[in-house]
Each structure stands twice: as structure tokens, then as C-alpha cells.
């Protein structure tokens, strides 16, 4: 079995299991946040009942990210919601916004979009937030609200995202129908040269199969080249599987891998047992392509989707309005440090946001010294409108005051994972999806630039 199917046969109590069969899993965790929370425990309460309870309130993990930082009511309300759910249920994990568990959310834009608005639990995005929170292990089924939640297979997990509507039964049940999905193996080898980045992996990848080349498949990543990958580089990689269609992307467990699970669960006093999948020898494939990381180059994959792939250098004639770097794939510290390392002592020439993932990823930048300056301050010293306000933000467009979103149709080179049409506001605007090394370059000539020009 490969490993996918191995965490399914176990999570359903069988022996073996083959792709295309229909099985019952076991749920480790359940993930939501504000978008689908509510209407996740919408259909839980009309199918269950107004008084149930959920299958197993310390499994239900509920993080708050998306449209947060906005003046929305409607938005800012969704946060209430899951607060008062949280009550009711006596829910363990809750990131709440603010620290009063009776509160209610309300942003103030008089404060303006930079400075830090949130309370002490606040973890910002849900897929960067669980690893760090101690939620994900290696050989567990995390399903979650969101389709990136597939970056958790960085982990060695089966980890999905599914609609409101699988989400309220599993809240109920704890169980879920799956069918086994094919598995595509993804042998990586080889280690990435300066100024080439994990998501010049996963883009070079959907760039081969294209946006629907994975539909409903396992993408299977493993091979002497993993080691050079840091756990940062796993989940950028694994977070895209969904880019190419993909139901999940996992990883083999190694050493890294156990050094961050096991230290993350400690930190947090989160459940540190688990029991990984391992390679077996009679894996069945429906696709291999073998990757050698040494000889890859930065690319970007242009609008309309992420499959549209070019190099950078190709790309050096087309003008920019505007560099984005965040997001649960291209917004963790490594990637802050990576972009930072090109602008450092440099001027952007165009519009450009950071938006940190996670509150912990504004501390390091903001605590991690190069020459007696913080990271911090040299990307805001670069021109680069750095907010504290950790989340989604303009990833995925927003309310119309969300930082960083796209009011016009601009041309946006992007560390963040999807492109269709409209995905980070106005719907003729058109995103670039590239590393945060290549956005660093781009940003400082104003047009799309390979960053290993800079270094
Ligand atoms: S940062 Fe973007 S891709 Fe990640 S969870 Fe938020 S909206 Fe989705």
C-alpha cells in the first residue's frame, strides 16, 4: 500500500485497502474557521439536533483567520459565532481573536491595518497555525474546511479538506465515507541551488500535470531529496497538491519530521503520541515522475491558474503593479527570511504587502536580529507595508478593506498559492504565483525578475 492508503486501512480498522474502494474513517481532528464554521455547525445542528454535542470536544480545533481584520459586521460576527459554539461545547482548542471568552469582535480601522489587534490566543492561519499549535501528527486523519488543509500532509498525514456539509457529520460522528484515492508518486531527488525554492518544486510539478492533472489522487512525495527539504519546504509543497486537484499530499516521517511533531506537541501539551505510515515495497502507482530539485529554476505560474507555468527569466519583460508575500503557503518565517535576504538594503519600486501567517511568524521577524536590525525592520526599511495583523488578508480577496486586496485590476506577483480569476479581488486583476525569493526580485524592479540576478 502506499502511504495514503495505509493511514486509510488503519483509520478504518482494515486489514488493506486498494484505490476506488468506499470506506468509513476514523477522524483524528476537525478543523473549521470563521468562513465555514458557521455554516459547518449549521448542518450539525440541523441534523443532529439543537441539543447535541460534538463527537469529541478536545478534536474539534476551530481557528479564526479569514476575514478578520475588516470592518465588516458580518464578517466580525462569524468569530462570534464560533465563540458562543465553543462555549456551548466546552471545546478545548479554540484561537480565538480576543481574550474576553464573552466578548465580541469588532475591528476599529482607526487603528489602522498595521498594528497588532488581536488578543493572546490568536493563532492566524489555520494551516500554518495547527502544526505550530501541536495539532498535527504523523499517521492521523485531519479533515478541515479548507481545501489547503491538504498541507498538513507535510506531517506524514492524511489530511483533506471537505464542504460544510461533510463537516457538521464528521462533528457529529467522528467518522467520514472516503473513497481510497490513486496515488501519484513524486520521487524527488537532488538539492535546490541558491535562489530556487520549494515552490519552485510544487510549481515546476502542477506546471508538468496541470491545475486538474492530480483530481481526486493521492500525491505521494518522498525520495533522497526530501532530506535536503526543510519541514517550512514539506507543507508549501504539500499545501499546492490541490493546486494540481490533488485529495491530499503526504510525506514520508523522518527525523525532521519528528523533531518539529514532537516538540510542537510538548510546547503546546497537545496528544505527543502517533505512529507513522513507512513506505512499503509493493506501492502501486497510477503516474511517477521523478524530480532532480538541482536542476530546477524559478518559475511562475501565471494567470490564469496554477498550472500556467514560465521561468522567471522569460517572464523579465512583464511589468508588475504591485508584490504580495503571506498566506499559509508563502507567509512562515523561512519565507520571510528568504525575501528578506533580497531586499535587505534594497527599495521596492512597487506597491508591495507582507502579511506574516501567524502571530508566532510576526515575533521571530520582529525578534530575529541581522547586524543589530530586526527582519522586521529591514523589510519595512526596504518599503515593503508589513502588518502585524496575521492571517488569510487578501490570499483569497476579502471584504473590500482587507490589506493587500486588489480593488483594481492590477497585476500582483504573489507568494500565495492560487490564481483564478478574481482570487485576490477584482476579478480583471491577475495574480503570479512565484517564490518568495522571486516576489522579492520582482518587487525591487518592478517587473518579473529571477531572483538569482541578486544574489
Ligand atoms: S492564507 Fe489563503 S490559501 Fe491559506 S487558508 Fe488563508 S485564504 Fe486559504
Redesign the pocket.
Known amino acids: 500500500m502506499t502511504l495514503t492508503e495505509k493511514i486509510l486501512a488503519r483509520a478504518s480498522g482494515k486489514g488493506h485497502v486498494r484505490a476506488g474502494d468506499n470506506v468509513w474513517v476514523k477522524a483524528d481532528i476537525l478543523m473549521t474557521?470563521d468562513v465555514c464554521g458557521p455554516g459547518t455547525i449549521g448542518v450539525f445542528k440541523r441534523e443532529f439536533g439543537p441539543q447535541a454535542k460534538v463527537w469529541d470536544a478536545d478534536r474539534v480545533v476551530i481557528m479564526p483567520?479569514?476575514y478578520i481584520f475588516t470592518a465588516d459586521s458580518k464578517s466580525n460576527r462569524n468569530v462570534d459565532i464560533l465563540r458562543e459554539f465553543v462555549r456551548e461545547q466546552q471545546l478545548r482548542y479554540f484561537y480565538d481573536v480576543i481574550d474576553d471568552p464573552v466578548g465580541h469582535w469588532v475591528f476599529d480601522p482607526s487603528k489602522g491595518m498595521l498594528q497588532r489587534q488581536y488578543g493572546s490566543r490568536y493563532a492566524g492561519?489555520?494551516?500554518?497555525a495547527l502544526p505550530q499549535k501541536g495539532h498535527t501528527r504523523p499517521g492521523e486523519i485531519l479533515f478541515g474546511t479548507?481545501?489547503?488543509t491538504c498541507m498538513a500532509g507535510a506531517f506524514n498525514e492524511f489530511a483533506t479538506g471537505i464542504g460544510n456539509t461533510d463537516a457538521g457529520f464528521v462533528m457529529g460522528t467522528g467518522r467520514l465515507l472516503l473513497k481510497v484515492p490513486e496515488t501519484m508518486h513524486f520521487r524527488l531527488e537532488g538539492k535546490l541551488q541558491p535562489g530556487v525554492m520549494a515552490k519552485d518544486v510544487i510549481l515546476h510539478i502542477i506546471g508538468e500535470i496541470g491545475f486538474d492533472g492530480a483530481t481526486y489522487r493521492a500525491m505521494q512525495f518522498d525520495g533522497p531529496g526530501v532530506s535536503e527539504l526543510s519541514m517550512d519546504d514539506r507543507m508549501t509543497i504539500a499545501?499546492m497538491a490541490i493546486e494540481a486537484g490533488g485529495k491530499n499530499g503526504i510525506f514520508e516521517f523522518d527525523a525532521q519530521t519528528k523533531a518539529y511533531v514532537d516538540h510542537r506537541c510538548k510546547l503546546n501539551g497537545t496528544l505527543a503520541e502517533y505512529d507513522p505510515v513507512e513506505r512499503d515495497r509493493d506501492e502501486q502507482f497510477v503516474y511517477e515522475l521523478v524530480v532532480d530539485m538541482s536542476r530546477l529554476e524559478p518559475v511562475v505560474a501565471c494567470h490564469p491558474d496554477p498550472g500556467q507555468r514560465k521561468t522567471a527569466k522569460e517572464l523579465g519583460a512583464l511589468r508588475l503593479d504591485r508584490a504580495y508575500i503571506?498566506?499559509?503557503?508563502g507567509?512562515k518565517t523561512s519565507d520571510f527570511l528568504d525575501f528578506a535576504r533580497i531586499v535587505r538594503g534594497r527599495k521596492v519600486v512597487i506597491d508591495t504587502f507582507g502579511v506574516p501567517?501567524t502571530p508566532e511568524i510576526v515575533h521571530d521577524l520582529q525578534s530575529t536580529y541581522w547586524d543589530g536590525q530586526t527582519v522586521w525592520a529591514i523589510l519595512v526599511e526596504a518599503g515593503v507595508k508589513l502588518t502585524e495583523n496575521a492571517?488569510?488578508?487578501a490570499?483569497?480577496g476579502g471584504p473590500v478593506d482587507t490589506f493587500g486586496r486588489m480593488n483594481t485590476p492590477l497585476k500582483c506577483i504573489s507568494t500565495?498559492?492560487?490564481n483564478f480569476p478574481g482570487r485576490m479581488g477584482h476579478k480583471e486583476s491577475q495574480v503570479f504565483l512565484a517564490s518568495p525569493m522571486t516576489v522579492a526580485a520582482s518587487a525591487i524592479t518592478g517587473r518579473v525578475t529571477d531572483p538569482r540576478e541578486f544574489l
Open positions: 474557521h483567520d479569514h492561519v489555520c494551516h500554518t479548507d481545501s489547503h499545501n503571506g498566506s499559509c503557503t507567509g501567517a492571517g488569510c488578508a490570499c483569497l500565495t498559492n492560487r
